[in-house]
């Protein structure tokens, strides 16, 4: 759109709250923005241009959709409470007459492609801190549309997503995200730009996604390597994945013919690395079934 939106205030979110009868809960993580130098400043670090279809995740009472609106050609909002996927389009309509908003009440960790109505190619959101991870990873596996993002998540997830190997926050969900994505910091948000003022700060974590997954392995085999290194993340790998492989040895016997330090541990190891473990599981397994099928037909 080309005319700019009436952003919110900190009184305009807490009338807003009030029209609705609203009380914000821990359970649905609703802690809305009241400050419009954060909510532009977040547009601005998502790179929002005016060809972008942007998915924004809880929109809550539309803090962030109305600079969203303002800067990009469409807005598709996916927000779990109907009372506030009720109210959004006449917010949008008050504050930003002409914008193109689509909202959609569904859980966003269950969404599917033909619940939307366009495809995005840009994900902002404001992330409730304890369904940010899931969120994050599954709009990622099923919107390959989605060429990037930035998301406000606390500020301890932050790190971990976009931790690097060998760093104390890295595992599981920055080695899955990695799988996807680059992912970088992108700067700290106050808990004071908040309502109600939640008890940890904020951060946000941008992605960019790589051209593409390996097309021999499968993404759930190689998140099953990286689940069972972090399960028990202090054990050297051969000890770590020994469950998963069937035993020390065995789990051994696939590290080695990975090119991978069976004494080193899940935290030193990047995507690249977990791939390679998954990749020679299925080989010796192709080669198992190959050798018993041999040995079948020699007998029959």
Not at 2 to 18: E, I, K, M, Q, Y
Not at 44 to 52: C, L, S
Not at 85 to 107: H, K, N, Q, S, Y
Not at 245 to 251: D, N, Q
């Amino acid at each position: 759109m080309t005319s700019p939106a009436r952003l919110f205030g900190a009184g305009d979110v807490r009338a807003l709250a009030a029209e609705l009868d609203l009380r914000p809960t821990k359970r649905l993580g609703q802690n809305f923005v009241h400050d419009a130098n954060t909510v532009r400043r977040i547009v601005r670090r998502a790179e929002v241009g005016p060809e972008d279809v942007v998915l924004e995740v809880g929109p809550g009472l539309g803090s962030l959709t109305l600079p969203l609106l303002e800067a990009a050609a469409t807005v598709v909002a996916v927000e779990i409470d109907p009372v506030l996927a009720g109210r959004l389009p006449g917010t949008a309509a008050d504050r930003a007459p002409g914008a193109d908003l689509r909202v959609v009440t569904a859980d966003a960790v269950r969404l599917e492609p033909g619940d939307l109505p366009c495809a995005p190619d840009v994900l902002v959101a404001n992330l409730p801190y304890n369904v940010a991870v899931p969120v994050v990873l599954h709009l990622l596996a099923v919107l390959p549309s989605l060429r990037r993002g930035l998301v406000m998540v606390q500020a301890e997830v932050a790190e971990r997503l976009a931790a690097r190997p060998g760093e104390r926050a890295y595992g599981a969900p920055s080695a899955k995200l990695a799988w996807y994505a680059d992912a970088r910091r992108a700067g700290p948000v106050p808990r004071a730009v908040f309502w109600p003022v939640p008890g940890v700060d904020s951060g946000l974590v941008a992605f960019t996604r790589h051209a593409g997954q390996p097309a021999d392995v499968e993404r759930d085999a190689v998140f099953a390597v990286v689940d069972a290194a972090f399960a028990q993340r202090r054990k050297s790998l051969r000890a770590a994945l020994a469950g998963w492989a069937g035993s020390a040895p065995a789990a051994e016997a696939v590290l080695r013919a990975a090119g991978i330090d069976p004494g080193a541990r899940g935290e030193s190891l990047d995507v690249a690395a977990f791939t390679a473990i998954a990749r020679a599981a299925a080989a010796g397994d192709a080669a198992g079934d190959a050798a018993g099928d041999a040995s079948g037909e020699a007998t029959s």
